[in-house]
């Protein structure tokens, strides 16, 4: 029988909670418990300024955890609401007195640069072009890895064509599966292929920051991270508390993707993460029977956007059946066909990511801190 959230919730109920006058039942600061495939995450509300000291609480509850039958691993975070209603970034130390700030950097250990591909909208084929990047960049000769930080709907095990749980390193983390050369971790590992993920903002933020301190990535030259869409939690958790060096942005032609680009920029820019460049992704169909070449959604908006904004703009990749029929095989088209005009799209585009990064254009930069007004 499988550990429930019941199991969990009676396990840590008598505990005492952040005040130390009530237990954690009736502290009312559990803001979730959730349980996947023996993985337990926790979040714990606390007051701003208290996580530090209440390290001791989190240790204890954690150790609880662990001891439950059936428990794979334990991740309890600590949150907080800032005055003014702003969300403070989630903690779970490493050990007592670890700061926050340590862990960060401890997780990113034996990575040269972490970048991210983002979109401000979903259907642009972000993460297509994040796997292809993170291929075209492994041809160079480096150590690539990808982290799949949408949680929501993790696509990285299917484009690399990978399935199963990962392995547990000898300290205790996970293993990164591979393929093609890339080392690839993802939430979908660790759920099955039709199982939700309804999680509130602090546990997907939980999840993104375990996903990539409590992973063996090893020696790494570039670590891919493929964002979620959007301008939420996990972005900014992920610029507030990784030292990104930039940032792809991926758009289609159209007005409408181009707006939701936009914001995505900006985002990027008020967090003080550099824009690697923009690509425009399904820029023109080509007709696998005649080759002849169609603007579904028109043409060049992108480039125009990211000459109005003053950054570089990376490439076009076009809207063909080769690069829809690779990814949907596991086999990505820079993996299996790479001199294919498809494929050399993206190789470009990740030709050009790593002369930005290596040629002191975008460097890496400390992770900045967040004020909301």
Not at 37 to 60: C, H, T, W, Y
Not at 226 to 244: E, F, I, N, R, W
Not at 291 to 301: A, C, E, K, N, P
Not at 360 to 367: K, L
Request: glycine share 12%; charged share 20%; with cysteine.
């Amino acid at each position: 029988m499988s550990l429930t959230q019941q199991q969990v919730l009676a396990a840590i109920a008598d505990l005492p909670g952040p005040d130390a006058s009530s237990t954690l039942a009736k502290s009312g600061a559990l803001a979730g418990v959730n349980v996947r495939d023996g993985k337990v995450f926790v979040s714990i509300n606390v007051e701003p300024g208290k996580v530090q000291a209440l390290e001791p609480m989190r240790g204890r509850v954690e150790a609880v955890i662990k001891k439950l039958p059936g428990v794979a691993a334990a991740y309890v975070t600590l949150t907080s609401e800032a005055e003014g209603g702003e969300r403070a970034q989630p903690v779970r130390s490493s050990g007592a007195g670890a700061a926050p700030r340590a862990a960060a950097k401890g997780g990113a250990a034996g990575i040269g640069k972490i970048i991210a591909v983002a979109s401000g909208k979903g259907g642009v084929g972000k993460s297509t072009t994040a796997c292809n990047i993170a291929l075209g960049l492994k041809r160079q000769g480096l150590k690539v890895g990808v982290l799949d930080a949408d949680v929501y709907g993790p696509s990285m095990p299917r484009l690399f064509g990978i399935k199963g749980k990962p392995d547990m390193a000898e300290d205790g983390k996970l293993k990164p599966k591979e393929s093609f050369g890339v080392k690839v971790m993802s939430i979908g590992f660790l759920v099955q292929d039709e199982a939700p993920i309804v999680w509130r903002g602090p546990m997907v933020m939980s999840a993104i920051k375990q996903l990539l301190e409590d992973v063996a990535w090893g020696d790494l030259d570039v670590l891919v991270v493929d964002m979620p869409p959007g301008t939420g939690d996990a972005q900014l958790t992920l610029a507030q508390s990784v030292p990104l060096a930039g940032a792809v942005i991926v758009s289609t032609p159209q007005d409408l993707a181009l707006i939701d680009a936009r914001r995505g920029i900006a985002m990027f820019q008020q967090t003080h993460v550099p824009i690697i460049g923009v690509v425009e992704n399904m820029s023109f169909f080509l007709c696998p029977h005649c080759g002849g070449r169609s603007d579904l959604f028109g043409h060049g908006g992108a480039r125009h956007e990211a000459q109005r904004l003053g950054v570089p703009f990376l490439g076009e990749a076009p809207l063909h059946m080769s690069i829809r029929e690779t990814s949907d095989a596991g086999a990505p088209v820079v993996a299996t066909a790479p001199e294919s005009p498809q494929a050399q799209a993206y190789i470009d585009i990740a030709a050009k990511t790593w002369a930005s990064l290596s040629g002191g254009a975008v460097g890496a930069r400390p992770a900045p801190r967040i004020v909301v007004n």
